[in-house]
């Protein structure tokens, strides 16, 4: 989603749309993220799910039963944890504001050695075979890419914040009954930071790439979850950070 600006010569530019999306579960205003409209159920349900909020199945999501813009309820049944805070969160980062480390830290099962086999070149490529409409407009939206260990993308979605598609993937594949991603490697447009891992994570999903650098706290929870970790995939090359155990070559 996009809108048209003019810049200097007169030539039309178009910037990613930004705007606030309450999160409400049961009736109840949970959470703010600053995020790019579409996809909104699947982000809700993602932040919930990467958060550890969710404490049964998702029963619904979708718009407020009077249609108000930028609000998406949810029915679900959440933790107790879940009931005690509030979050607030922008585009920029899905931690910031969030006052310690432990706050972050959500509990996510070790990962299974081995699975799935992948090569070295196919994670190189990935970058390359996500599709991003919206970036190839604007230059401002990240990506995150659902991948089989083939190669086959099977799900995309852009925002202008990076943990914001990596939560509308994941929430498409909790609405799908598609998690844990025990098979699936994630890919990112980006870096690779410790949210990013943290969510991956919680999803059960063994492979996450990105196109840039990932943090040293990344690589360390990536390293202690048995993830396989692999940045800088561009060109033709990757570097493998965490679990090299995957790759068949």
Known sequence: MHAPV?????????????????????????????RT?????????GFLHGEGLLSGPVLGAGPTEDFANNIV???AELTGAARERRFYTTSSCGV?????????????EPLTPGTPRVARALLASLPDRLRQPGFKVTGGLHATGLFDPQGELLCVREDVGRHNAMDKVIGRALLDGALP???RILCVSG??????VQKAAVAGCPVLVGVGAPSSLAVDLAADRGMTLAGFA????VNIYAD????TD
């Open 73 to 75: 309820e949810v029915d």
């Open 96 to 108: 910031c504001g969030k006052g310690a480390l432990e706050e972050v830290a959500v509990h996510a």
């Open 191 to 196: 870096r690779l930071s410790f949210e990013l």
């Open 181 to 183: 991603l025990g098979d």
């Open 6 to 34: 003019v810049r200097d010569g007169g030539i039309e530019d178009r910037v990613a749309v930004e705007e606030p999306l309450e999160i409400r579960v049961r009736g109840r205003a949970l959470a703010v993220t600053m």
């Open 37 to 45: 409209p579409g996809h909104d159920e699947e982000l809700a349900v």
């Open 234 to 237: 561009r060109g033709g090359r």
């Open 244 to 247: 090299t155990g995957r790759l």
